[in-house]
């Protein structure tokens, strides 16, 4: 009955765009921090973005600082990842996650999405 579903992965050139849409269903992402984490074939899973709905505040890895942005529709139920400027290296799935309290740990985090692949090639 709790989902996050994630949409807007693909295949993108390098320099290209993407946005991601998290939408939660059978619970209010007014009260919990929202998360963006990554996982590339043979790398651990990485914070890539916490926003916390009760400061507003948004904390993002360095690797992706000044060019992802996340933000939140609270009429949809929806957050996003917009991802600007997009590198061979940004390769990966990505999942959407929300938590009790804002954190970079994974670990902490209680429901996830089922993950959007992003591949970033020419």
């Known amino acids: 009955q709790v989902q996050l579903v994630e949409s807007g992965g693909g295949l993108v050139q390098p320099g290209g765009s993407l946005r991601l849409s998290c939408a939660a269903f059978?619970?209010?992402?007014?009260?919990?921090?929202i998360g963006w984490f990554r996982q590339a074939p043979g790398k651990e899973r990485e914070g890539v973005s916490c926003f916390s709905s009760s400061d507003g505040t948004t904390d993002y890895a360095d690797s992706v600082k000044g060019r992802f942005t996340s933000s939140r529709d609270n009429a949809k139920n929806t957050v996003y990842l917009q991802m600007n400027s997009l590198k061979p290296e940004d390769t990966a799935v990505y999942y959407c996650a929300a938590s009790p309290a804002a954190t970079m740990d994974p670990d902490l985090y209680d429901y996830w999405g089922q993950g959007t692949q992003v591949t970033v090639s020419s």
């Open positions: 059978g619970f209010n992402l007014d009260y919990y921090a």
